[in-house]
């Protein structure tokens, strides 16, 4: 199963438009294998899309407890 959000991922879109066999690898490893485990996956279904910080990578887990403290306040 895929992430739902593997085709409009604004992380995909903005930051790795010029680096395609970069971001080829990080959708098979997150997008397609491990979605739960993407952080920026775990903010969006906590707060929704509009609050996954643009520039969180998917592997960036150990910010997401930092985010979710600030999001939480």
């Known amino acids: 199963m895929a992430c ?6 604004q992380f ?3 930051i790795m438009d ?3 066999k970069s971001a ?3 959708k098979n490893r997150y997008c397609l294998m491990h979605y739960e485990a993407c952080a920026r996956y775990r903010i969006y279904k906590e707060f929704g899309k509009e609050r996954v910080p643009l ?3 998917p ?3 150990d910010r997401v407890s930092r985010i979710v403290k600030r999001l939480t306040r």
Do not use: G, K, Q
């Open 12 to 14: 995909f879109i903005d």
């Open 59 to 61: 592997f960036d887990a």
């Open 24 to 26: 080829d690898y990080i």
């Open 4 to 9: 739902e959000n593997i085709n409009n991922c």
């Open 18 to 20: 010029n680096m395609p």
């Open 55 to 57: 520039r969180l990578f």
